[in-house]
Antibody, heavy 122, light 107 residues
Framework: QLQLRESGPGLVKPSETLSLTCTVS??????????WGWIRQPPGKGLEWIGS???????YYNPSLKSRVTISLDTSKKQFSLNLSSVTAADTAVYYC??????????????WGQGTMVTVSS | EIVLTQSPGTLSVSPGETATLSCRAS???????LAWYQQIPGQAPRLLIY???SRATGIPDRFSGSGSGTDFTLTISRLEPEDFAMYYC?????????FGQGTKVEI
């Protein structure tokens, strides 16, 4: 069955760029039914959708983060990545990658990675 | 942007009882684009309900979703100890695909 795993630094300095990668295993990354996305959760708070990328490369970003976010897709490596620039302490969170299944009857993040904690601190 | 407001913020119930969680949207959302998730502390969210009322694979039938337009409900019947968790709704009507702020179901 398809699994997702996040990887990247757990500590990032303020003003630098946070970079994470999500590796897809056990299934295809190229399907018209899939969007791949990033969601974050600051300590003790709720979930925030960061953005997603379609198999075609089309991207969708949360307007609150759009100026700092880039999501890319590497189908040959079965990976997608998140870059978040100019980070501050407010970007400290658990970052999840996820698959949004999009069909006539189903729209949801049906598969999630385990999450990775990223702390922004000098 | 569609804002999802969940209520109550915290719901105190006992095992065996029924919990009713609300998710209200600031604009009409097709039920096809409304999902519910459960999150246990320290774990990733888990999909419970998609399409407003369809249970995801492996989700017991004590979880049910309903609603349309701007008002959606997640009902948990016969609460089991493992059901005490955070619950979030999310829409996919149009970007940004926002989440509600969550409802905590506690004993």
């Amino acid at each position: 069955q398809l699994q997702l795993r996040e990887s990247g630094p757990g500590l990032v300095k303020p003003s630098e760029t946070l970079s994470l990668t999500c590796t897809v295993s056990g299934g295809s990354i190229s399907s018209r039914s899939y969007y791949w996305g990033w969601i974050r959760q600051p300590p003790g708070k709720g979930l925030e959708w960061i953005g997603s990328i379609y198999y075609s490369g089309a991207t969708y970003y949360n307007p609150s983060l759009k100026s700092r976010v880039t999501i890319s897709l590497d189908t040959s490596k079965k990976q997608f990545s998140l870059n978040l620039s100019s980070v501050t302490a407010a970007d400290t969170a658990v970052y999840y990658c996820g698959r949004r299944l999009s069909t006539i009857v189903m729209n949801a993040f049906d598969i999630w990675g385990q999450g990775t904690m990223v702390t922004v601190s000098s | 942007e569609i804002v999802l407001t969940q209520s109550p913020g915290t719901l105190s119930v006992s095992p065996g009882e029924t919990a009713t969680l609300s998710c209200r949207a600031s604009q009409s959302v097709s039920r096809v684009y409304l999902a519910w998730y459960q999150q246990i502390p320290g774990q990733a969210p888990r999909l419970l309900i998609y399409g407003g009322s369809s249970r995801a694979t492996g989700i017991p039938d004590r979880f049910s979703g309903s609603g349309s337009g701007t008002d959606f409900t997640l009902t948990i019947s016969r609460l089991e100890p493992e059901d005490f968790a955070m619950y979030y709704c999310q829409h996919f009507g149009y970007s940004p695909w926002t989440f509600g702020q969550g409802t905590k179901v506690e004993i």
